[in-house]
Structures are given as C-alpha cells and as structure tokens.
C-alpha cells in the first residue's frame, strides 16, 4: 500500500475524530459500536492476505457481537437494538470509509482543492 498524502492523512484524522463525537453525541449509546466499527476498520486493513469481502465481514461481525452484548445487557432495561439495522449501518460505515480510502488514492499526487 502507498503512503497516504499529507492532506489525505489529515482529512481522514480530522473525518475520524468528529464523524464518531457527532454520532456518539447525537446517541450515546452507539458511541462504543462506532468505536469498535473503527478499530475494525482499522483491524482489517492489517490482514494482507484478506480480501475486501473477508475484511468487511471481519467488522460486521465485531458489530454484530457488540448488538449480541448489548442486548443482552437491555433485557427490560434498555431498549434492544435491531440487529440488521446496526449491520446495513455498519455496512454503509465500511463502505463509505473504503470509498473514502480509495479515493484518496486514487486522486494521489493530485491537489485537493
């Protein structure tokens, strides 16, 4: 993998600082799935041997035992959470982050503006 741009590496600190302080703060109690969304993001860009689907399905599931936790813990005390709406979240998280990534390596060497 090429080393990211200066302004590409200080676009995606600053993304990865306030995307999960806005969501966190507009609901608390997704503040530790962003976390762990993030870290596995971060986690799976580290398996070289993996293929994009296996590095996905590497966060999904990291989320997917978050919901499994969570859940377990809200029994008549917290509203659960939908499983397949924190998934098809965390998906478009992935997929969007991976987007993001690509881009900035593709426009590398070129001004952003």
């Known amino acids: 993998m090429s080393p990211m ?3 590409l590496k200080a676009f995606l600190s600053g993304l990865k600082k306030f ?7 507009a ?3 997704l503040r530790p799935l962003v976390t762990i969304i993030e870290k596995g993001i971060a986690d799976a860009e580290k398996l070289a041997a993996a293929g994009g689907a296996e590095k ?3 966060v999904l599931e ?5 919901v499994d936790g969570y859940n377990a813990t809200a029994k ?5 959470l939908k499983k397949a709406l924190v998934l098809d979240t965390a998906g478009k998280a992935i997929d969007t982050t991976v987007s993001v ?3 900035g390596k593709d426009v590398k060497g070129q001004p952003l503006q």
């Open 5 to 7: 741009s200066p302004k």
């Open 19 to 25: 995307a999960p302080m806005i969501l966190g703060r």
């Open 27 to 29: 609901f608390p109690k």
């Open 56 to 58: 996905r399905n590497h």
């Open 62 to 66: 990291l989320a997917s035992d978050f």
């Open 76 to 80: 008549g005390q917290k509203q659960p």
């Open 101 to 103: 990534i690509n881009l």
